[in-house]
């Protein structure tokens, strides 16, 4: 699939595009609005919202003490930064139609490069995150390379390469879990508190409202859901399809290295193969995330309450003393039934 | 009048102390134990002598380790290899990534090359390749299995021909032992083991009857965590916890590994409990070294397992009684000492080499 190789007129084309959605989806609101309010499609765009007052409400009544108190909320908060922005580096692909399977091996990766240089190497911390971070980039171009030069599904790509950046960590950790970590980290990331909440919660709020902006209100953010939507209706539209794919990528494994960062921050150790639990907890949340706020998309506040509501539930279940086995009931039930009952309110479309 | 109701107030205390048996902890069992395994470990030889040279002459060894990604493997393993160099016999290390189909591969690349031994260890589940066992052993080859199951609780099963077993049991009374010392029997403590692996049986009951047997007062809860999700579900299985019962602690998982999710738990919590633990895993101890949480840690030299794991197994292919407890003695760790487990910490250092001369002497080899 060629991409266009000149730009003459392309910034007007797309400027006419987005001109005609926006009086498209002006019209499409006024329509709307002119109707009376629509019951199911605020219950459609609030209902994890109403879900995660349930939970909390349900699970309140058995364990008011520990349910009712700030501290709990604060502590949950704090500690599933990495989850949210790990969910968020997940949409970005997703929204313009690509897997990226290797967010959790690339956040493994961060982690220990930055154990690896700072314990055993001696390297200046914010040196260590900067070389992290690149390496995201790194990864990010090597996939993107993959699936859009040779035209390779995605899925298979990140697979193989997040298997491959497994063997990459075993080998720069031989093996091993490094602790000792610079302090300055873990100070940066849960020792330092704001209203009680370790202010790695703050870091993973700031990029969900960045990208939330992003995604909604501009231009890249609608050509990202153009290419989405129909990569060949997006190619003739003139949008530079390649381009956004593989800036997706590259934004998506960025952000997954962050969450590396965070991780480590979080522990001051690494370990070579416990971010790769995280992958599925992920895929749920941003699944179960593009059935709210805006439903039907990939997107940032929904993404990050899902993963909230996850975590809240199981916060529950460990005060009410259940059994391990009972949160996989929970978060792999929860989530099948919360994409059902959404796909059932939205009359059954098929999901973007 | 008043002395007079004291003492009938006391007499009626001690009667009803009589009567109830004593409600105090025995804090002083339980440092009896802690000294004990904070001295350095002794050499006591798990059986008789023998020419190990003449009797290993013609026989060969394989040993398949659960992985070789895993520090704690390669470390037994390299006890092995020291072994078979000290004794002069072949000695194959298999290369294994914690997938049964390479431990499968191994088994069978052991019987067609007419090894005499196969050892699965360092926790390799041997009921997952029972049928290849079976088939090596019809082979004529013997299996067995070092650092896997518990020396007194845990039995040998019958598809095994011998095992060299670990005293789990006392590491398990070391750690709950050490709480009620640190807290004269004020232990409120969570304890945490991934049910699916073999030996945390052992080591959880010990702790949780010990804590009950010795402790009255002392308040234990169990959580299971399976190993692969101690990321995703230990932490903040750990953090609700503290928030639940903030009076805990001790937080005592029965693998020190697990500390690296527990101290996060434990600072975001805002708790003060300490982390006691199992392994002598070197990154815990240099966490225990770098910061506050991790208090003791009771490890075992690894060297001086595969050491001790060959000495059982050449035992079995001679012929001699057999040796089925390690004689690898736990030691305890703590900011005392734990400058000597190296900086970086080592599996092998800061418990002396008292063994290797010990072993050396046993087997004829001067």
Known sequence: MPAPTTTEGYEERIAALEAKLQVLEASVEQAEARRSWDWKDWLERYGLILAWIAIILVLGFFKPAQMFAWNSYASMLGSNAMVVVLTLALIIPLTTGDFDLSVASVMGLSSMLIAVLNVKMGYPIGGAIIIALVAGAVIGAINAFFILYFGVFSLIVTLGTGYFINGLILWVSNSGTIAGVSMDLVHAVILTRFLGIPIG????????????????????????????????VARLSGVNVNRVRAGALIASSVMAAFAGVLYTGMRGTADPSSALAFLLPAFAAAFLGSTAIYPGRFNAPGAFVAVFVLSTGIMGLNFLGVD????????????????????????????A | MKTLLTTALAAGALAATALTGPAFADVEKAKALIEKYSKLPSFEAPGPAFDAKACMADKKMFVIPLTNANPFNAAISQGFVDAAEIVGFE????????????????INTAVAEGYDLIDLQGGLPPEFVQPQIMEARNAGTKVTATHNWDATTQAIPDFMDSAANTDYVTVGEIIAAWAIAQTDGNVNALVLGPDEITPTAPLRDAILTYLKANCPDCKATYINVPVTEWATKG???????????????????????????????IQIAGSDAKIVSYNGTPFVLDMMRDGDIVEMNVGESLGWVGMAGTDANMRLLCGLDPVTKLNTPAYIFTDANVETAGNPATFNDGYGDVHIEGFKKLWGIE
Do not use: C
Request: glycine share 8%; no cysteine.
């Open chain 1, 324 to 351: 391990s086995f009972v949160q996989n009931l929970f978060y792999g039930g929860g989530l099948v039934i919360a994409v059902a009952i959404s796909q059932l309110i939205r009359g059954r479309k098929p999901m």
């Open chain 1, 201 to 232: 919660f703050y870091y993973a709020l700031i990029l969900t409202v960045v990208l939330w902006y992003v995604f909604q209100h501009t231009a890249l953010g609608r050509r990202m859901l153009f290419v989405g939507r129909g990569r060949e």
């Open chain 2, 91 to 106: 000695l194959r290390d298999w290369e294994t990534q914690m997938d049964p189909a390479g431990w499968i591969q191994g």
């Open chain 2, 235 to 265: 932490q903040p299985a750990v953090q609700n916890a503290l928030l639940a019962d903030p009076t805990i602690n001790y937080v005592l998982p029965v693998y020190d590994s697990m500390a690296q999710f527990i101290v996060p738990a």
